[in-house]
């Protein structure tokens, strides 16, 4: 069973930071893909960061440089570190994990936790 629990959403200032932490099962290493996906009212959910299987990590470029996505052995966990936020950022942040079952992807998704940035 596979289960993705987010926290650290919030209220932030702009320019601020905050950092989400999603508690992954069965491990945060056991996945295809896992990391972060972000949508704003009246937009699709859209990408913001991921880690691949093999370490890799890919940003949406509207996030680059400004957030930073790791993997956390012990705590089974995916955290992302997000700094110098702006409205723009503004979104419920989903927890997403991808896992292959034959070849074919089977994904997985947290509740999502509001993120809201304030100007």
């Known amino acids: 069973q596979v289960q993705l629990v987010e926290s650290g959403g919030g209220l932030v200032q702009a320019g601020g930071s905050l950092r989400l932490s999603c508690g992954a099962s069965?491990?945060?290493?056991?996945?295809?893909?896992i990391g972060w996906y972000r949508q704003a009212p009246g937009n699709q959910r859209d990408m913001a960061a991921l880690?691949?299987?093999?370490?890799?990590?890919d940003y949406a470029d509207s996030v680059k440089g400004r957030f930073t996505i790791s993997r956390d052995n012990a705590k089974n966990t995916v955290d992302l570190q997000m700094n110098s936020l702006t409205p723009e950022d503004t979104a419920v942040y989903y927890c997403?994990?991808?896992?292959?079952?034959?070849?074919?992807?089977?994904?997985?998704w947290g509740q999502g936790t509001q993120v809201t940035v304030s100007s």
């Open positions: 997403y994990a991808q896992i292959r079952v034959l070849g074919t992807p089977i994904n997985y």
């Open positions: 880690i691949n299987r093999n370490g890799s990590k």
């Open positions: 069965p491990s945060a290493f056991s996945f295809n893909a």
